[in-house]
């Protein structure tokens, strides 16, 4: 008793510790697992789609657990997902370095308090060496689809193999064809045949950022100068001396816009909307502190949390009515409402929306980037693209050599666009026209045996995306267990598990600033919050930390359905 009281303690102060390992009974059943594998029992197969920080998550669990019977299928030619493919100058993470890294494998000599994206990929390239996961990986493999087989309980998936290997940054084209209708699966020229492959079990790590946006503008084909997205920067492109528009003001131009600046001749951002942006506290490390956050793990564990419950507070800011949100909101205007002059007005700095309600972005160099002679901000929409630059609403014609779009990701179309057919040849897109939705943002019913990592309503607005998915790979591990210690043959979400579930996730967004009047990548077309999670990280962590058999529809290898 005494021993798990330490551990429940532990667990309150340090919450970004996989939590069914770090109970008793959650101890007790991974030996059992694991002593069952060493004696040979079967493990199944195991799909695991994209090789980002959940596909790599997933895979390590696994192995911790003695699982060595999966398969991570990843389309680009090396790992890291995101933070392979932004590249743009200036890209880092806004959740500091020490809580960005999973609390099973702690990067102990981050160089600085924020991350930049090359030492982020570093970390997740060299779990994959000190793990030995690459064996297990299959680059330039894109799965196309999956089908559910029934009457076997396993998943045909797809899969897509370029002839000319490519990198995440060479398929923007393909996103631009999808958002004209057209089917780029088909439309690919250099594509050798589909191959077949199956898994008794399919877990998806395919990310909510990974398709870029590019709005249809009018006469985009028509511009001869050169355009790209952030997520696909061109490097060999030079910037110096030319007259950039940026398109899309979000959290990546933030970054790359301030770095842009100094460089180009001109630099004229099309902004919509306009963001909340607090200063960054972000420095390196000094040598002493680096040499105590290696050598000494509580320092480094208790420096970790201290930033989990920082972030973990502000989430007050995403309720409906707060009243910090309200004096954030007064305070911001009266402080940056000073910049505003005839060149940079008051609708060019301050937002007309709660604090909160779109992602709140942390930079020193914004401000002082919009203050510059060779930057100007166009508040009035884009009506055009012409062969030269672009044109506003108001007819104004601005000439342009390079326009850079920082418009974000196809965020809530999840899963797209793999084909994922389910049991009675249900179509996943089918099941969610009206908005993705998933128990625990993890399962879809109908589809069995089949998971999702970073799923629907499983974002954040303000702390680390890399917990929330270390709670749904240990919730998941949980669920693979009882293939190993059951002899299971597929399991699936009880239809009233959704919708109560479905009905938690309405009430508790109608109660946060995302319902409100504003725009954001949170919400479908039709209003809907389907990314975020409505609520603190740590009532996540809870409701994943037990498996719930009443929440599941078990099928045993006897074909005897067990409704528990
Ligand atoms: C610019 C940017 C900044 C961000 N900053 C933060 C931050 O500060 N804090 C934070 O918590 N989160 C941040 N995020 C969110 C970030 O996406 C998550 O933290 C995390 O990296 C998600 O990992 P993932 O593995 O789920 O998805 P991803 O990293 O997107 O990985 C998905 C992988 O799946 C592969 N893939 C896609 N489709 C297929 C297919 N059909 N077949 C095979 N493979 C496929 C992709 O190539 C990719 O490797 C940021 C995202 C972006 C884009």
């Given at each position: 008793?005494?021993?798990?009281?330490?551990?429940?303690?532990?667990?309150?102060?340090?919450?970004?510790?996989?939590?069914?390992?770090?109970t008793?009974?959650?101890?007790?059943?991974?030996?059992?697992?694991?002593?069952?594998?060493?004696?040979?029992?079967?493990?199944?197969?195991?799909?695991?789609?994209?090789?980002?920080?959940?596909?790599?998550?997933?895979?390590?669990?696994?192995?911790e657990?003695?699982?060595?019977?999966?398969?991570?299928?990843?389309?680009?030619?090396?790992?890291?997902?995101?933070?392979?493919?932004?590249?743009?100058?200036?890209?880092?993470?806004?959740?500091?370095?020490?809580?960005?890294?999973?609390?099973?494998?702690?990067?102990?000599?981050?160089?600085?308090?924020?991350?930049?994206q090359?030492?982020?990929?570093?970390?997740?390239?060299?779990?994959?060496?000190?793990?030995n996961?690459?064996?297990?990986?299959?680059f330039?493999?894109?799965?196309?689809?999956?089908?559910?087989?029934?009457?076997?309980?396993?998943?045909?998936?797809?899969?897509?193999?370029?002839?000319?290997?490519?990198?995440?940054?060479?398929?923007?084209?393909?996103?631009?064809?999808?958002?004209?209708?057209?089917d780029?699966?088909?439309?690919?020229?250099?594509?050798?045949?589909t191959?077949?492959?199956?898994?008794?079990?399919?877990?998806?790590?395919?990310?909510?950022?990974?398709?870029?946006?590019?709005?249809?503008?009018?006469?985009?084909?028509?511009?001869?100068?050169?355009?790209?997205h952030?997520?696909?920067?061109?490097h060999?492109?030079?910037?110096?001396?030319?007259?950039?528009?940026?398109?899309?003001?979000?959290?990546?131009?933030?970054?790359?816009?301030?770095?842009?600046?100094?460089?180009?001749?001109?630099?004229?951002?099309?902004?919509?909307?306009?963001?909340?942006?607090?200063?960054?506290?972000?420095?390196?490390?000094?040598?002493?502190e680096?040499?105590?956050?290696?050598?000494?793990?509580?320092?480094?564990?208790?420096?970790?949390?201290?930033?989990?419950?920082?972030?973990?507070?502000?989430?007050?800011?995403?309720?409906?009515?707060?009243?910090?949100?309200?004096?954030?909101?007064?305070?911001?205007?009266?402080?940056?409402?000073?910049?505003?002059?005839?060149?940079?007005?008051?609708?060019?700095?301050?937002?007309?929306?709660?604090?909160?309600?779109?992602?709140?972005?942390?930079?020193?160099?914004?401000?002082?980037?919009?203050?510059?002679?060779?930057?100007?901000?166009?508040?009035?929409?884009?009506?055009?693209i012409?062969?030269?630059?672009?044109?506003?609403?108001?007819?104004?014609?601005?000439?342009?050599?390079?326009?850079?779009?920082?418009?974000?990701?196809?965020?809530?179309?999840?899963?797209?666009?793999?084909?994922?057919?389910?049991?009675?040849?249900?179509?996943?897109?089918?099941?969610?026209?009206?908005?993705?939705?998933?128990?625990?943002?993890?399962?879809?019913?109908?589809?069995?045996?089949?998971?999702?990592?970073?799923?629907?309503?499983?974002?954040?607005?303000?702390?680390?995306?890399?917990?929330?998915?270390?709670?749904?790979?240990?919730?998941?591990?949980?669920?693979?267990?009882?293939?190993?210690?059951?002899?299971?043959?597929?399991?699936?979400?009880?239809?009233?598990?959704?919708?109560?579930?479905?009905?938690?996730?309405?009430?508790?967004?109608?109660?946060?600033?995302?319902?409100e009047?504003?725009?954001?990548?949170?919400?479908?077309?039709?209003?809907?919050?389907?990314?975020?999670?409505?609520?603190?990280?740590?009532?996540?962590?809870?409701?994943?930390?037990?498996?719930?058999?009443?929440?599941?529809?078990?099928?045993?290898?006897?074909?005897?359905?067990?409704?528990?």
């Amino acid at each position: 008793m005494a021993l798990d009281f330490r551990s429940n303690l532990h667990d309150l102060l340090f919450p970004t510790s996989h939590a069914e390992s770090s109970t008793r009974a959650g101890r007790a059943k991974d030996a059992g697992v694991r002593r069952l594998i060493s004696e040979g029992a079967n493990t199944p197969r195991i799909a695991i789609l994209g090789a980002g920080a959940a596909g790599i998550c997933m895979a390590l669990q696994l192995l911790e657990q003695g699982i060595t019977s999966f398969t991570i299928y990843e389309k680009a030619k090396g790992v890291g997902g995101t933070w392979r493919a932004n590249t743009y100058p200036g890209a880092a993470c806004d959740v500091p370095s020490h809580l960005y890294s999973f609390s099973f494998a702690p990067k102990v000599n981050w160089t600085r308090k924020f991350p930049e994206q090359p030492e982020i990929l570093s970390y997740f390239e060299s779990l994959v060496t000190d793990h030995n996961l690459a064996p297990h990986i299959e680059f330039n493999t894109e799965v196309t689809s999956a089908t559910w087989d029934e009457a076997l309980s396993l998943w045909r998936l797809e899969l897509l193999r370029p002839a000319d290997a490519i990198d995440v940054g060479e398929d923007v084209g393909e996103d631009l064809r999808e958002e004209d209708g057209e089917d780029v699966g088909e439309s690919e020229p250099q594509r050798t045949p589909t191959e077949q492959v199956e898994a008794e079990i399919v877990v998806s790590g395919l990310g909510q950022l990974n398709r870029p946006s590019i709005p249809n503008i009018e006469g985009l084909e028509t511009f001869e100068g050169t355009t790209f997205h952030s997520a696909r920067w061109e490097h060999d492109h030079d910037l110096t001396g030319e007259r950039v528009g940026v398109i899309g003001i979000g959290a990546s131009a933030i970054q790359f816009v301030p770095q842009v600046a100094p460089q180009v001749a001109d630099l004229t951002l099309f902004q919509r909307s306009v963001n909340y942006v607090a200063p960054k506290p972000d420095r390196a490390f000094k040598g002493w502190e680096q040499w105590v956050l290696r050598h000494v793990p509580g320092v480094r564990e208790a420096y970790r949390s201290s930033i989990y419950w920082r972030f973990e507070f502000r989430f007050r800011l995403m309720k409906k009515g707060s009243r910090l949100g309200r004096l954030l909101q007064k305070k911001f205007g009266e402080q940056i409402s000073s910049l505003a002059s005839p060149k940079l007005p008051l609708e060019a700095l301050v937002p007309d929306y709660t604090p909160g309600c779109r992602r709140i972005l942390i930079a020193n160099d914004w401000y002082p980037t919009l203050l510059r002679p060779n930057t100007r901000v166009i508040t009035e929409g884009v009506s055009r693209i012409t062969q030269t630059g672009i044109q506003t609403d108001s007819g104004e014609k601005i000439d342009l050599d390079t326009i850079i779009f920082g418009t974000g990701f196809q965020a809530t179309e999840f899963l797209a666009p793999l084909r994922i057919t389910g049991r009675d040849g249900q179509e996943l897109s089918e099941v969610w026209r009206d908005g993705a939705r998933a128990f625990l943002g993890v399962a879809v019913g109908g589809f069995p045996n089949f998971f999702i990592l970073y799923g629907p309503n499983t974002n954040l607005g303000h702390n680390s995306i890399l917990f929330m998915i270390e709670q749904q790979v240990g919730y998941i591990r949980q669920i693979i267990d009882e293939f190993v210690l059951r002899g299971i043959s597929s399991i699936e979400v009880q239809d009233t598990a959704m919708d109560t579930f479905d009905s938690e996730i309405s009430r508790a967004t109608a109660q946060t600033v995302w319902a409100e009047d504003c725009s954001s990548w949170y919400k479908n077309s039709s209003g809907r919050v389907t990314n975020n999670w409505p609520d603190y990280t740590v009532k996540y962590k809870q409701r994943l930390a037990h498996l719930d058999p009443r929440d599941w529809l078990v099928r045993t290898a006897s074909q005897a359905v067990d409704h528990e």
